[in-house]
């Protein structure tokens, strides 16, 4: 079984901080996924990736198959940024989600 | 809002009782998938059907049962509930019929589900 580390579990920025979210897992994966649940729950696709990076907006993902790492970086940090991000990992067995990290920007 | 419904979005119940949890996918989103998330387990797959049939299974207990009917709106039926039933559930759609994981999913806004 996959097993998924997020790091940091909590981070708490100011606003326009450079943020960045790391996702590390142990078995070979054909992609992998971030997630960003919203205070009262909601949960929203933000980047599926199997190689290299990806850029939306504020946000990029980047992905390391060799060293089984990606990160999640915000640029620009703004207050609407709090919420729990969540990195998922698709393997054999399904997908297999990290525990999130908790992030709250402060004005 | 992602286009995925559920309902009910809060469910509270006693021990040893079935609920049933309704999933209605984007318009054309054929794949739908069940997860649970508890405060101490997390986020995990519970199910996807795609058109109808089951697709993959993961860790979805045997007193839980989902099936996906015609018009492609899914349940989820939760029996001899028990308190660490307690959870959110989420049913995602995607358009396409890749097993959990391949494809971006959009997801419903959960239903909240309390045993006591």
């Known amino acids: 079984k996959n097993e998924v580390e997020q790091s940091p579990q909590n981070l708490t920025a100011q606003e326009g901080e450079f943020i960045t979210i790391n996702c590390s897992y142990s078995v070979g994966i054909s992609a992998l996924h971030w997630l960003q649940q919203h205070p009262g729950g909601g949960i929203v696709s933000l980047f599926m990736?199997?190689?290299g990076k990806k850029k939306h907006g504020r946000l990029i993902a980047t992905i390391n198959i060799q060293e089984k790492h990606s990160s999640l970086h915000i640029t620009a940090s703004h207050p609407r940024d709090s919420a729990v991000y969540i990195c998922?990992?698709?393997?054999?067995?399904?997908?297999?989600f990290g525990k999130g990290t908790h992030l709250i920007i402060q004005p | 809002d992602s286009g995925v419904t559920q309902t009910p979005k809060h469910l509270i119940t006693a021990t040893g009782q079935r609920v049933t949890l309704r999933c209605s996918p984007r318009s054309g989103d054929l794949s739908v998938y069940w997860y649970q998330q508890s405060l101490d387990q997390g986020l995990q797959f519970l199910i996807q059907?795609?058109?109808?049939?089951?697709?993959a299974k993961g860790n979805i207990l045997e007193r839980f049962s989902a099936q996906q009917f015609p018009d492609l709106h899914s349940e989820l039926n939760l029996s001899s509930l028990e308190l660490g039933d307690s959870a959110l559930y989420f049913c995602?759609?995607?358009?396409?019929?890749?097993?959990?994981?391949?494809?971006?999913?959009?997801f419903g806004p959960g239903t909240r589900l309390t045993v006591l």
């Open positions: 059907y795609y058109n109808g049939e089951e697709r």
């Open positions: 995602a759609s995607s358009v396409v019929h890749g097993t959990s994981g391949d494809n971006e999913q959009f």
């Open positions: 998922a990992v698709k393997g054999a067995d399904g997908l297999t």
């Open positions: 990736l199997s190689s």
